[in-house]
């Protein structure tokens, strides 16, 4: 029998149907991101043609300024959501301070942490790259907002998600009632859900993590991973690599396949790489409510209280028996734990 074809503005009121007394700010909010993320889907498929338009910092044929994809998905974000009403304060990679809702406009009671466009050196060369977000309500006492409606602890988010610009464009998102994918039909130019009730398998076969920096690792990183390539028939978890060095496109490999990524601290980066509000977090909201699960190696991301903007954090997140297993050797004080 033919699926249903539901299309992401309908999904979202159906789901704001179930609280009566939703103003329907949520769903406009959501709305809104999908809208943005359709602009940023085009400029990323046109990208491939920047040889032609012109290279980022450079002119293209008319003459204009081609800008740096971030840094164009975070104007093309910032100006779709910033005049609505909804948002109270705004944060992305691609702005040091917080991202302030000009006076001309009014100001709402959600705010939205972004990371644009993550993993855009990959831009050049064709590989998946995404959007990730997060929304958290207001918390402050400022009428115009301010920077700790951002800065607040993952529990705190009312939805997370993002979107994948690969071999298609597709939306995920959850708001605490399941996680739910959307392929972006460009002939219609809507998202249609593809993805009903995303649950990540509890194992994987394979790990994610640049083994590059394998010298840089504390010792329990190193046993782990030697057990997860090991056998299953000695004790190990049989599992093999894939690192794309992006993280939306591991991590939705992750959510449809099961396994686990890993981006540990080590000697160079003692807090990690990846930023707390607008990587770790929203991607811990989604993998948990899809029954997987998300820790910094010695706490759920979801339960860390941040204190700044761009706090790094190490992150470990997939299948939940996956990332259990990686925790006996983390959680071990001694080293050398065995994998059986
Ligand atoms: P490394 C991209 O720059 C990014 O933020 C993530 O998308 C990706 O998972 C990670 O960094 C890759 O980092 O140090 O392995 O190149």
């Known amino acids: 029998m033919d699926k249903t074809i539901m299309s992401l503005e309908r999904h979202f009121l159906d789901q704001q149907r179930r609280y009566p007394e939703a103003r329907g700010d949520f769903t406009k909010l959501l709305t809104e991101v999908a809208f943005a993320a359709k602009i940023v889907s085009r400029e990323v498929n046109r990208a491939g043609l920047a040889g032609i338009l012109g290279r980022a910092g450079q002119t293209n044929v008319q003459g204009e ?3 740096k994809l971030d840094i164009l998905a975070h104007n093309i974000m910032v100006r779709s959501l910033n005049h609505l009403g909804l948002l109270c304060a705004l944060s992305s990679e691609e702005s040091e301070g917080m991202v302030r809702i000009p006076d001309e406009y009014p100001v709402g009671n ?3 942490n ?5 993993g855009s050196s990959n831009i050049d060369v064709n590989v998946s790259i995404g959007t990730i977000f997060s929304i958290l309500r207001k918390v402050s006492y400022a009428p115009r907002g301010d920077v700790t409606d951002c800065v607040q602890p993952g529990y705190k988010q009312v939805a997370a998600g ?3 610009y690969g071999s298609s464009t597709m939306l995920v998102y959850t708001s605490g009632q399941g996680v739910f994918g959307f392929t972006l039909e460009p002939s219609i130019g809507e998202f249609l ?5 995303i649950r990540i398998p509890r ?3 394979y790990y994610s993590i640049n083994e590059a920096y394998s010298h840089r690792w504390k010792e329990e990183v190193r046993d782990y991973l030697a057990c997860a390539k090991r056998s299953r028939e000695s004790g190990g978890r049989g599992m093999g690599l894939r690192y794309i060095g992006s993280l939306v496109a591991d991590f939705h490999r992750n959510m449809l396949k099961g396994g686990i990524f890993l981006y540990p601290a080590d000697k160079q980066n003692s807090h990690g790489k990846l930023r707390y509000l607008y990587e770790a977090a929203p991607l811990a909201f989604i993998a948990e409510q899809a029954g997987g699960k998300a820790t910094n190696g010695d706490q759920d991301i979801m339960k860390i209280v941040p204190t700044e903007l761009h706090q790094r954090t190490p992150l470990i997140i997939g299948s939940a028996d996956e990332v ?3 925790m ?3 959680r071990q004080n001694q080293t050398h734990a065995e994998c059986a």
């Open 110 to 112: 959600y705010a939205l």
């Open 203 to 205: 194992s994987g076969n």
């Open 65 to 67: 300024d081609v800008q």
């Open 193 to 197: 859900l593809s993805h009903s009730h």
């Open 324 to 326: 259990d297993f990686a």
């Open 114 to 118: 972004m990371d644009p466009l993550d």
């Open 162 to 164: 993002y979107v994948l």
């Open 328 to 330: 006996r050797f983390f």
